[in-house]
């Protein structure tokens, strides 16, 4: 059983350093830029579950409040989560726990996992969009015009690769999970 715990805990922190990893492959397109992040948060909830998705994604958020630059840009530090990109850095974390939660209770397959993929995303843009609104003093309208539009079709993207790379990875992590658990 300390193997498994030891398992998953190094599982989550891989997810951690991946959102990391992939959130420098950012475009700076204006107040909110394009990067990869998000992938790594759906394949967090699809692969680890609601929990260890949620883990790895706290994780990710305390180390760069901490201030280490593992945000995109290679930022960190309390005042990027308190800044008008900060309500999306926290939306990883209840994305993450969304997708493996729903992916929980819908079962395993393609469909089921763009589907939870595409919830956690709207959560994410959701809590990001609404603290965006706080800290620019911007409309509705406005914020999504520059926070949610832009973004749309690359978020498609990546729910799609994502929910394919979660199918055949999450079959591959039960079983080491499985065999964590067993020696």
């Not at 967090?44 to 579950?49: D, E, H, M, P, R």
């Not at 609104?133 to 690769?161: H, N, W, Y």
Request: net charge positive.
């Amino acid at each position: 059983m300390k193997r498994k715990k030891i398992f998953e805990l190094l599982s989550c922190a891989m997810f951690a350093a991946l959102t990391a990893v992939l959130s420098q492959f950012s475009i700076p397109i204006g107040p909110v830029p394009i990067n990869l992040a998000t992938f790594s948060v759906f394949l967090a909830g699809g692969i680890l579950g609601a929990g260890g998705g949620l883990l790895s994604q706290v994780v990710y958020i305390l180390l760069g409040a901490a201030g280490i630059p593992v945000f995109a840009g290679f930022s960190g530090g309390i005042g990027v989560i308190l800044g008008p990109t900060g309500g999306y850095i926290v939306g990883y974390a209840a994305a993450a726990w969304l997708v493996g939660k729903l992916e929980h209770r819908l079962g395993n397959g393609f469909l089921s996992a763009a589907a939870s993929m595409a919830a956690g995303l709207v959560v994410c843009y959701f809590l990001g969009t609404a603290w965006f609104m706080v800290v620019t003093k911007r409309t509705l309208v406005e914020s999504l015009m520059l926070c949610v539009v832009p973004f749309l079709i690359g978020d498609a993207l990546k729910i799609a690769v994502a929910a394919a790379v979660s199918e055949r990875i999450g079959a591959v992590y039960e079983r080491l999970d499985r065999r964590a658990g067993t020696v």
